[in-house]
């Protein structure tokens, strides 16, 4: 009965172990492995800028969390203003739905389960606000499944006028 005993409770400290350490797996922005870069943006002391519109990342996952970690977030407090993305959540090539949010420094949440969310899904977070209402840099992404870049899509750019482009997914 002993041994019984022990080996149960072995078996519950293991898996509660592997259960937390899921639901707080940190993966990088930077290196392209485990996220799709989008748009503009440099890389300055370890994590990179989001600062032009369109500027963002996508990633594959089953998950039903994930979080970003923005370094240094400098925005305007006022209510119309700040470092505003939009998340958009997809099914293949088909939007579920989307979702705008104000990005500060530390922990956000960029996506949590909704009843009608696909088990495989593409996660889309770009910038929707331009820099002048608030400056932004990321480094990671925290998810309790392990997420995958997307591959990248033709590209399709219109100039018109000048050369200044925002960007492009």
């Known amino acids: 009965m002993k041994k019984f005993v022990s080996f149960m409770l072995s078996f519950i400290f293991v898996f509660s172990f592997i259960t937390v350490k899921a639901e707080n797996t940190e993966y990088s922005l930077l290196n392209g492995e485990y996220v799709r870069l989008l748009g503009r943006g440099e890389v300055i002391e370890g994590s990179r800028t989001f ?27 006022s209510d119309y203003n ?12 088909n939007l579920v739905r989307t979702k705008r949010m104000k990005i500060m420094t530390g922990w956000n949440t960029i996506y949590t389960a909704e009843q009608g969310d696909p088990k495989e899904k ?20 925290r998810t309790d499944e392990v997420p995958s870049k997307t591959l990248p899509r033709e590209k399709h750019i219109e100039f018109i006028g000048d ?7």
């Open 163 to 169: 050369s200044y482009t925002a960007g492009y997914g």
């Open 82 to 93: 700040g470092s505003y993305f939009t998340m958009a959540v997809y099914d293949g090539n």
């Open 51 to 77: 600062n032009w519109p369109n500027a963002g990342f996508e990633f594959k996952f089953s998950g039903n969390s994930a979080e970003v970690y923005a370094d240094v977030s400098i925005y305007d407090t």
């Open 122 to 141: 593409t996660i889309m977070l770009v910038r929707s606000s331009e820099a002048c209402k608030g400056t932004l840099r990321m480094s990671k992404i």
